[in-house]
């Protein structure tokens, strides 16, 4: 029998050597780089595409830009209130945790909620996602496919973060939360860190 | 396993400099730049504005520093991969309905 088969259930391992505070932190970086992947190669595809179009439409003129400068001010803002929801934790206050939690789902839902109210703007416009009257019909193709993705992304974080807020709640030792609160604005930090890429890739360029 | 926490910079600033880039990027478009100009302005906004996030929000800067040149990797692959798809994208136009401008002729067989 080999050594890791008789290797007891219960022993702990040993720490992870790039996130000494925990193994799932790691987990959640990994997570997060394979993700940042799949972006990075639809961004890198969406400007190769450009690049090689005739007829791309320029992208603020047909998206507009008010409304999304204000999903990424709103973004930010929600990137504040998650890390003062940790700094609130690490100093043992778990109330305002959970306020500040639950204003980052807020401003998430908000986000969706302004997305679903621009694609609906758009479609009606006549923007497709197999044509559009602006030029190249991938640009409505890629638009909706990396813009899409990102909101799927919030969407998963504003259910992520209302389960942290029910976890958070279950456990009345502030310290028996923080990594968890700590991995969910680590995703959460990533989802605006992406949709600072998208705003200046697909809507400002 | 240790529970060790972060020290906590002071995010106000961090939130003030990225709304402060995000006015910069807008102003950026309707100031009239050439076009290469705009390009370059926007990337290096944008890539301080990631930075930023990734740094002070993701904590990046209070890691292991292995961790923080394994997290840059997406970049250099996105980067890398535009220009493997360029010689493509330039050998095989698209053909778009009403394409104002011709691209390229069509492959010789």
């Not at chain 1, 219960?10 to 050597?17: C, K, L, R, S």
């Not at chain 2, 926007?42 to 961790?67: D, I, P, S």
Request: one cysteine or more.
């Amino acid at each position: 029998m080999s050594d890791v088969a008789t290797m007891p259930a219960a022993v702990e391992p040993a720490e992870a050597p790039l996130t000494p505070e925990s193994w799932g932190k790691l987990g959640m970086w990994i997570f997060l780089i394979g993700d940042a992947v799949g972006f990075g190669v639809l961004l890198a595809a969406y400007g190769a595409m450009r690049a090689t179009s005739a007829d791309w439409p320029n992208p603020y003129q047909v998206l507009g830009i008010n409304l999304t400068a204000a999903m990424t001010f709103l973004l930010i803002c929600s990137s504040v209130t998650m890390v003062k929801a940790l700094e609130w934790l690490g100093k043992g206050d778990r109330d305002r945790c959970r306020w500040f939690l639950f204003f980052t789902a807020l401003g998430g839902a908000i986000f969706v909620s302004c997305q679903a109210y621009e694609w609906q703007h758009l479609i009606h416009g006549g923007l497709h996602i197999n044509g559009n009257p602006f030029g190249a019909a991938l640009f409505g193709t890629s638009f909706f496919l990396v813009t899409g993705f990102h909101g799927l992304h919030v969407t998963g974080g504003v259910i992520y973060l209302v389960s942290i807020i029910r976890w958070v709640s279950h456990r009345p030792d502030p310290a028996a939360s923080y990594n968890a609160v700590e991995i969910t604005g680590l995703y959460w930090h990533f989802v605006d860190l992406v949709w600072i890429m998208v705003f200046t890739f697909m809507y400002l360029l | 396993m240790a529970t060790a926490e972060h020290k906590h910079p002071n995010y106000m600033n961090i939130f003030w400099w990225l709304a402060i880039l995000t006015v910069v990027e807008l102003a950026v478009i309707f100031m009239g730049f050439s076009k290469i100009t705009v390009g370059v302005l926007l990337c290096a906004l944008a890539l301080a504005k990631a930075a930023l996030v990734a740094m002070y929000f993701m904590h990046l800067r209070f890691e292991v520093r292995t961790l923080g040149l394994i997290a840059v990797t997406p970049l250099a692959i996105a980067t890398l991969l535009i220009f493997l798809l360029l010689p493509d994208g330039f050998a095989v136009a698209h053909k778009t309905q009403g394409a104002k401008a011709p691209v390229a002729a069509p492959a010789k067989h």
